[in-house]
């Protein structure tokens, strides 16, 4: 029920973002996917990424994939996932960054601060025909949270899926301290400092 409402809901938005576009200052670009594509494409949803994919992505710096923060400037500087390049939301359309969002050499995966904004921007460039685009069904603060500082990827925040993955297992192989469950664990600290214990004093005083 939460996917069909959810699919509802891009669909309906970003439906009044095509026609506003279509109306308004946008007139001069060229739609090439029609009302009807663009539902089908949505309902088929092969466009989301899932936390469990973008935790895949970046954990193994899977160079297939360009992460794309289309926040603010000032906030991209503030923080980012590694290895994002910056192409602000707003300034989507300037040409300059079609060789980014329009090719044939990887496939683009667009995140924002909500899933709603970054689905917003890929509908657009679906609309005009762009290549490779695919948008994080989630926002950076999840990334930071939930991926970055510490594994506690939870499929539920997306449809209710089927983990592709035993992470307990995984990080249990690995040393890790395991929660319970596949959906919440505790990521090993990476490069932590090795402090060696203080030989105790011989002796008297």
């Known amino acids: ?61 899977n160079t297939q994939f360009r992460l794309i923060d289309i926040r603010n400037p000032n906030d991209y500087i503030k923080g980012h996932v590694p290895g ?19 090719q044939d050499d990887v496939i ?11 689905t917003e921007a ?7 025909g762009y290549k490779n685009n695919l948008y994080f069904h989630g926002g950076y603060h999840y990334i930071k949270e939930n991926i970055l500082d510490a594994y506690k990827v939870n499929s539920s925040m997306g449809y209710d899926e089927k983990e592709k993955y035993d992470y307990n297992a995984i ?7 395991s929660s319970g469950t596949s959906s919440s664990i505790s990521a ?3 490069n932590a400092p090795i402090t060696k214990k203080k030989k105790a004093v011989q002796g008297g005083c």
Not at 38 to 60: C, F, H, Q, T, W
Request: aromatic residues 8%.
């Open 1 to 61: 029920m939460r996917k069909q409402i959810h699919i509802l809901s891009v669909f309906i938005i970003c439906s009044s973002i095509l026609i506003g576009c279509t109306s308004n200052k946008n007139d001069d670009l060229n739609y090439k996917i029609s009302i009807n594509e663009s539902l089908g494409a949505i309902l088929k949803d092969s466009s989301r990424v899932s936390p469990e994919k973008m935790a895949d992505i970046i954990y193994n710096n």
């Open 84 to 102: 994002a390049i910056n192409i602000p939301g707003h300034d989507i359309l300037n040409p300059q960054y079609k060789k980014y969002l329009n």
């Open 108 to 118: 683009n995966i667009l995140y924002c601060h909500s899933a709603m904004k970054a």
């Open 122 to 128: 890929w509908f657009l460039l679906f609309q005009l």
């Open 171 to 177: 990080m249990k192989s690995l040393g890790a301290k």
């Open 188 to 190: 090993p600290a990476l």
